[in-house]
């Protein structure tokens, strides 16, 4: 099964409470992407 997937791919900052990080790969392409994986 073949599947395109369009979208935004980011490095994304967080920081929270608890910690902070730098350049964690985010957008919507790449969540949706991820979960497209699970259904094959």
């Known amino acids: 099964m073949s599947l395109l997937v369009i979208g935004t791919v980011a490095f ?3 920081e929270t ?3 902070k990080t730098d350049k964690i790969i985010g957008g919507a392409a790449t969540y949706a992407s991820m979960s497209a994986s699970f259904l094959k």
Request: charged share 15%; aromatic share 16%.
């Open 12 to 14: 994304d900052a967080i």
């Open 17 to 19: 409470p608890f910690g």
